[in-house]
C-alpha cells in the first residue's frame, strides 16, 4: 500500500483526510501545534502544552469509531464557568499528555480509541509560537492574531526553533506521495516548512510532492494570489523543483457567494493562471472540487482524494 504523507492544519485537513481515508493507502498526517486561540490557547496557556485543537479535529476526521463517540469527542461545553467553549476531546488529550508524559503518546492512545485509519504526529513536543512579519514592518505573535488581523505578510517564522520529531522526518522520508493542503497558506502549511528539517526531508525523499492550492484567497496571507503565487511563496521555503504538481479547483464560485466573501472576509475565487504554472514547470491538475456549505466555499474530501489518489497511481 502507498505511503502518503499529508502536511496541514485547520479544518481543511481534516475535511481532505476524510475523503483520503476512503482510498487504500497508508495515511499520516503531520499537524502543527502552534494555535493559540478558542479551548487551545487556553489549555496551552495553562498547563504548558503544545496546541492539541487541530490534532482532535484531525484524529476525529481519520476515526472510524462509531458516530456517536466522535460526537462526544467535538461536544463543546456551553456554560457561564471555566468550562465554557472548552471540547471534550482536547480536555481528554490534555489529560493524555499528564498521563503519559508527551503529546506524542497522548495522540497515539487518543488515536486507539477511535480506531484510526492512518497516524497522525504532531509536528513538534515544544510550545511555540507563530511570529508573522508583515510588509508594513510590523511583528504580530500568535497564530491566531495574525489571521485575525489581514495584514498583508512577508514571511512568517517561529519565536524559538521548535525540535521536529524523528517520526515526521521517518514518514517524509519513507513517503511514496507528500502532499502539502489543505490548509491556510502562512498560518497551516508553512508552518511545516520554516522547519529547516522538515524542507531537507521532503527535497531529499523519492515522493512525489503536490500542493492542494486553496479556492479563495484569505484576505492576509494570500490577497490576489493566483495559483502560481502560492507556488512562488510555497517555493520560498522548500526551493524551486520541489514540488512536482498542484491542484487545483476549476469550478465556477457563484457571484452570490462571491459577493458574500468579498464583503465579510475580502476574498475571491483562485484564477488559475495557467501560463505562468506552466514556466514554474509544475503539473497542473485542474478539476471541479468544491462545495457550498453554509454559504462557504469547501473542497468536497471525495472529489478532493480521488484527484489526489488518481495521481498517486500515475
Do not use: W
Request: charged fraction near 25%; include cysteine; hydrophobic fraction near 40%.
Amino acid at each position: 500500500m502507498k505511503k502518503v504523507v499529508v502536511l496541514g492544519g485547520g479544518h481543511g485537513l481534516s475535511a481532505l483526510l476524510k475523503g483520503l481515508k476512503m482510498f487504500p493507502m497508508d495515511i499520516t498526517a503531520i499537524v502543527t501545534v502552534a494555535d493559540d486561540g478558542s479551548s487551545t490557547g487556553r489549555l496551552r496557556q495553562e498547563f504548558s502544552i503544545p496546541a492539541v485543537g487541530d490534532l482532535r479535529n484531525v484524529i476525529v476526521s481519520l476515526s472510524e469509531a462509531e458516530p456517536l463517540l466522535e460526537k462526544l469527542f467535538q461536544y463543546r461545553f456551553k456554560s457561564n464557568g471555566n468550562l465554557n467553549g472548552h471540547s471534550v476531546g482536547n480536555l481528554l488529550l490534555t489529560a493524555l499528555v499528564d498521563i503519559n508524559g508527551s503529546l506524542t503518546e497522548a495522540v497515539s492512545s487518543f488515536s486507539k480509541i477511535l480506531n484510526l485509519k492512518g497516524k497522525v504526529l504532531p509536528l513538534t513536543e515544544d510550545v511555540v509560537n507563530l511570529v508573522a512579519h508583515t510588509k508594513d514592518n510590523k511583528i504580530l505573535v500568535g497564530e491566531e492574531f495574525i489571521r485575525k488581523s489581514g495584514k498583508e505578510l512577508d514571511y512568517i517564522c517561529y519565536d524559538e526553533k521548535p525540535k521536529v520529531l524523528d517520526s515526521v522526518i521517518t514518514a517524509l522520508q519513507e513517503a511514496d506521495l507528500i502532499i502539502l493542503g489543505l490548509g491556510s497558506l502562512y498560518t497551516s502549511i508553512i508552518p511545516h516548512l520554516i522547519c529547516e528539517e522538515v524542507t531537507a526531508a521532503i527535497r531529499t525523499s523519492e515522493a512525489k510532492t503536490i500542493y492542494i492550492c486553496n479556492a479563495m484567497t484569505e484576505k492576509g496571507e494570500t490577497d490576489n494570489f493566483k495559483v502560481s503565487d502560492h507556488i512562488k511563496a510555497l517555493n520560498q521555503y522548500i526551493g524551486q523543483d520541489t514540488l512536482d504538481a498542484v491542484l487545483a479547483n476549476a469550478k465556477h464560485v457563484d457571484i452570490e457567494i462571491q459577493e458574500r466573501y468579498k464583503k465579510l472576509e475580502g476574498g475571491k475565487p483562485v484564477i488559475i493562471d495557467e501560463d505562468n504554472i506552466k514556466k514554474l514547470d509544475i503539473e497542473l491538475i485542474k478539476d471541479d472540487l468544491i462545495v457550498i456549505q453554509d454559504q462557504m466555499v469547501r473542497h468536497d474530501p471525495i472529489k478532493t482524494a480521488f484527484a489526489i489518489f488518481s495521481y498517486l497511481l500515475k
